[in-house]
């Protein structure tokens, strides 16, 4: 199995996506331990394609392939999001050439992004980025290195007053300015339902002042969590099942 840090590796395995495309084709377990053994030359026990559907054994790389064959789908149906650009190149099914030619840069310099897991290109090179490999919001920022510069501004938006604070969102994240909007002001009103806690009754307080300061720590994971609920409402992890 790849090391948890292989920025080559497939996104890990959507368990309950991976369950939920089996059941709609009307196949067992079984059935899809004997595809997957096929696809792979070697045997594959049932009860393993349930402990990948209940989460309790991350499958190797070939397994997503050979499970995405047996579900008639492609890996990246069956996979959480991309943290990486190398990661985003596997999910979208491109070779490093293509990728390179897609956007307008050498095969060189895009193999030292994916290494770096760093993207400084020109504003039309990354509009080619977004449009190719379209990476989950989350992983375009890190990879623009800007995760730093988004935590600081989230918090000063949500401890003083947000509005002017979309502007200055919206040239860090790519997404629609009105969402961006949505999410914040949702940002706003979550931080100051716990800051105006902490007047209350000592227990009451502490709690909220710690709940406050938690949600301060870790106010980009609050973002990220408000827009995906925002983009794919009915969806689990990032995207929807086909």
């Given at each position: 199995?790849?090391p948890?840090d292989?920025?080559?590796a497939l996104p890990?395995?959507a368990?309950a996506r991976?369950a939920a ?7 067992t377990t079984?059935q899809v331990a004997w ?7 070697s045997p594959v026990?049932p009860?393993?394609?349930h402990a990948w559907e ?8 070939d397994?997503v392939k050979?499970?995405a064959?047996a579900l008639?789908c492609?890996p990246?149906?069956?996979?959480g999001?991309a ?5 985003c190149?596997?999910?979208?099914g491109l ?5 390179a030619a897609?956007?307008?840069i050498?095969?060189g ?8 897991n ?8 990354t ?5 190719t490999l379209?990476p989950?919001?989350?992983c375009f ?6 995760s ?12 003083t007053w ?5 502007g200055?969102?919206t ?7 009105a ?8 940002l706003h009103r979550?931080y ?9 009754p000592?227990h009451q307080?502490?709690?909220?002042e ?5 949600f301060?720590?870790?106010i980009d994971?609050?973002l990220?969590?408000?827009l995906r609920e ?9 995207r929807?099942t086909?």
């Amino acid at each position: 199995m790849p090391p948890a840090d292989d920025p080559y590796a497939l996104p890990p395995l959507a368990p309950a996506r991976a369950a939920a495309i089996r059941r709609q084709l009307g196949l067992t377990t079984g059935q899809v331990a004997w595809a997957v053994a096929a696809y792979c030359g070697s045997p594959v026990h049932p009860d393993l394609v349930h402990a990948w559907e209940a989460g309790t054994i991350a499958p190797e790389n070939d397994h997503v392939k050979a499970l995405a064959a047996a579900l008639w789908c492609s890996p990246a149906d069956l996979v959480g999001e991309a943290a990486t650009l190398a990661q985003c190149r596997t999910v979208a099914g491109l070779t490093v050439n293509e990728t390179a030619a897609a956007l307008g840069i050498t095969r060189g310099q895009w193999e030292q992004a994916e290494r770096r897991n760093h993207w400084r290109g020109t504003p039309a090179q990354t509009q080619a980025l977004l449009r190719t490999l379209c990476p989950p919001p989350p992983c375009f920022v890190a990879a623009c290195g800007k995760s730093a510069q988004l935590r600081v501004l989230l918090r000063e938006a949500v401890t003083t007053w947000w509005p002017p604070y979309v502007g200055p969102l919206t040239r860090i994240v790519p997404l629609d300015p009105a969402l961006l909007h949505h999410a914040l002001e949702r940002l706003h009103r979550a931080y100051q339902h716990w800051e105006g806690a902490t007047g209350g009754p000592a227990h009451q307080a502490a709690r909220a002042e710690a709940r406050a300061a938690d949600f301060l720590e870790h106010i980009d994971r609050h973002l990220w969590q408000h827009l995906r609920e925002a983009l794919n409402p009915a969806d689990d992890p990032s995207r929807p099942t086909p």
